[in-house]
């Protein structure tokens, strides 16, 4: 019996009007770092990975973010398969995790800061890099220093907006776990 998520990639590539095969399909349930063996059909799959995400995404949003009832389906199906992911329960988790960080207002409000810190670090050291051809002594340096500044502000803010999704992805997972 295939796995829930499947039935759902299905229909909903079905109303996209995009075909999946019956190969295809049975490729969804193999572990996600198998080894192909030449099997074309889990080839076709990996190659098509981002259209498979697009179309569960989609679902997922229509059908309301039913995030309990995912997180059961990508249990009961990676407990099948050994307690390793599958490709449809790797796509199905990034859809949960996706909808987890994007409903999140902190989230959102650090990824927009460190693009902007980040985008600010380049526009200085861009003018720190124009001010040193046209040689103005002092100003060139502090502004690559400035920018520099920029940037390695951005990356500690990236590494506090990922442990944050995290915490807030794990604490998610938490409250929607089952209780039997």
Sequence with gaps: ????????????LTVQRVFLSSDEERALDRIADDT???????ERVKARRYLFYA?????????GRPI???????AEAEASAGNKPTIITALATRVVEWSIRASDRVSMILGFATGLVRWFAIFLLAIGGWAGTRDFAPAWW???ALGLGFWFGARFLKRFTDRHVTGVVAATRERYASPF
């Design 55 to 63: 179309a569960l995404r989609d679902r997922f949003v229509y059908d």
């Design 142 to 144: 502090v502004i690559c």
């Design 36 to 42: 192909d063996g030449g099997d074309l059909a889990f």
């Design 1 to 12: 019996m295939p796995s829930p998520l499947i039935e759902i990639l299905k229909d909903e």
């Design 68 to 74: 309990r009832q995912w997180l059961e389906w990508i």
